[in-house]
T-cell receptor
Framework: GENVEQHPSTLSVQEGDSAVIKCTYSDSASNYFPWYKQELGKGPQLIIDIRSNVGEKKDQRIAVTLNKTAKHFSLHITETQPEDSAVYFCAASWGSNYQLIWGAGTKLIIKP | DAGVIQSPRHEVTEMGQEVTLRCKPISGHNSLFWYRQTMMRGLELLIYFNNNVPIDDSGMPEDRFSAKMPNASFSTLKIQPSEPRDSAVYFC???????????FGEGSWLTVV
């Protein structure tokens, strides 16, 4: 079955610097890759997603890139701010499959 | 967390007691999920409903767990009897009819002592 690995488990960056979180997946049939942000005491919230027919997608300070050949996708956050501190999860699914396979999460710490 | 109201937000109960968690999706969905989140196991899918019908309950850990969706606007997850190892955050989530995107509620934080 599908497996999603996420790295690093913890990432600490200086405010204003960029942060990159990477995920790899095992099933080449996967075609939908969302990223969720979970703040303390809240549910995961979708921040950006990408489908396999696209290589990159941007939304203001966040971007996601997808390399289908290598089967990995990454979240990029530029000009980090204190409110970016949270746990970030990647996930993968295929077709209209309801089953999201989740990464283990990355705790992002923004140092002032 | 758009469109999903969960209650209670926090519950502390004694081992052996029955626990009922509630979910009220607002609208615009045809699929509903119950997830459990713990530090050790991360996010686990417990059960998935489509058009109010349970489609996949393979993630329900034991017979002590049961879920219902009597209509499109309400679902419950029940644990009877509860055990300390059930302590976790339980999330209800919905999926829109237009695609894969899943929206989570704020979660119900359960502690069984």
């Amino acid at each position: 079955g599908e497996n999603v690995e996420q790295h690093p488990s913890t990432l600490s960056v200086q405010e204003g610097d960029s942060a990159v979180i990477k995920c790899t997946y095992s099933d080449s049939a996967s075609n939908y890759f969302p990223w969720y942000k979970q703040e303390l005491g809240k549910g995961p919230q979708l921040i950006i997603d990408i489908r396999s027919n696209v290589g990159e997608k941007k939304d203001q300070r966040i971007a996601v890139t997808l390399n289908k050949t290598a089967k990995h996708f990454s979240l990029h956050i530029t000009e980090t701010q204190p409110e970016d501190s949270a746990v970030y999860f990647c996930a993968a699914s295929w077709g209209s499959n309801y089953q999201l396979i989740w990464g283990a999460g990355t705790k992002l710490i923004i140092k002032p | 967390d758009a469109g999903v109201i969960q209650s209670p937000r926090h519950e502390v109960t004694e081992m052996g007691q029955e626990v009922t968690l509630r979910c009220k999706p607002i609208s615009g969905h045809n699929s509903l999920f119950w997830y459990r989140q713990t530090m050790m196991r991360g996010l686990e899918l417990l059960i998935y409903f489509n058009n109010n019908v349970p489609i996949d309950d393979s993630g329900m850990p034991e017979d002590r767990f049961s879920a219902k969706m009597p209509n499109a606007s309400f679902s419950t997850l029940k644990i009877q009897p509860s055990e300390p190892r059930d302590s976790a955050v339980y999330f209800c989530a919905i999926q829109g009819s237009s695609g894969n995107t899943i929206y989570f509620g704020e979660g119900s934080w359960l502690t069984v002592v």
